[in-house]
């Protein structure tokens, strides 16, 4: 059986965002998104949220590339004096390995930001992290011990299924190679550990190294060689390019992402190789 989750990724960073997940809900496949509690159109995006009840909502923890909840004075070894996280992500992964009391300062972060969405009063269908840093074990293992206190039900495994993915596109294959090799380990290793906490997680996940790329073409493509399971695929779709987009988004195909959201085309190979559209709750 093949079930796809189609999800849209920095919910609440920009109007052009925003606009883009209502209309891929509206007008398309998308079923959920990610919510970025502390990004600047994060309040829009809540709003068009309660306009649409059945869209999935989950938390995109940003721990990286992005400005804290909390003041910077409360996460000295996290954010500098305007609250904004590091864009090194080898630097910060190594700190929260190393850095004497950093992991307190994540650990009251990321409660501060599963409190933030928790004040929406929406229902928290997943989460996952801002470039996959959920990945990273200190992060994971504190997303699992807070998550634990507001019923988190899901959370993304960002495995990709490398032969399927490559063959989409016939790009990116040192990238692909490399990033199997040196996730896959951890990556089963993070799946069995969020089974034994109770909490559902997908088998695959399209997107991870086709940021910015998830055009009609390829998705189709992808559709063709689903795997069976569960298999997430995400997208970064904007009406138009936007400020305040991480550094190395400049070449993200904002606009052509949302019109594979919103193609006839993607809606009916679905369709043809029966696979059920999915969202995280609807595991349970």
């Not at 992808?222 to 305040?244: C, K, N, Q, R, Y």
Request: aromatic share 8%; charged share 25%; glycine share 8%.
């Amino acid at each position: 059986m093949k079930r796809l989750i189609v999800n849209a990724d920095d919910f609440g960073i920009a109007t052009e965002v925003n606009e883009a997940v209502e209309r891929a809900y509206r007008d398309g496949i998308l079923r959920s998104a990610s919510l970025m509690v502390g990004a600047p159109e994060a309040q829009d995006a809540i709003a068009r949220a309660r306009r649409l009840p059945n869209l999935a909502v989950g938390l995109h923890l940003v721990l990286v590339y992005g400005r804290s909840v909390l003041p910077p004075e409360r996460l000295p070894d996290l954010v500098d004096e305007r609250g904004e996280f590091s864009t090194n992500l080898a630097h910060a992964g190594a700190g929260f390995f190393f850095r004497t009391g950093i992991r307190r300062q994540l650990e009251n972060e990321i409660r501060a930001q599963f409190t933030r969405f928790a004040e929406t009063g929406l229902r928290l269908d997943h989460v996952n992290a801002q470039s996959h840093m959920h990945v990273h074990p200190t992060i994971f293992r504190l997303i699992l011990r807070v998550g634990s206190e507001f019923r988190l039900r899901a959370i993304r495994i960002p495995r990709e299924p490398l032969g399927a993915a490559y063959r989409a596109g016939g790009d990116r294959l040192g990238a692909r190679l490399g990033y199997a090799a040196l996730a896959a380990p951890w990556l089963a290793l993070m799946r069995a550990r969020a089974k034994r906490s109770g909490v559902e997680c997908n088998d695959y996940a399209f997107g991870v190294n086709d940021a910015g790329a998830m055009t009609e073409a390829r998705v189709l493509r992808l559709i063709e060689s689903m795997p069976d399971g569960v298999t997430e695929m995400f997208f970064h779709p904007a009406t138009a390019a936007f400020a305040g987009a991480d550094p190395g988004t400049e070449t993200y195909a904002w606009s052509a992402e949302l019109a594979a959201l919103e193609s006839p085309r993607v809606r009916d190979a679905m369709t043809r190789y029966g696979i059920a559209s999915v969202t995280y709750g609807e595991l349970q």
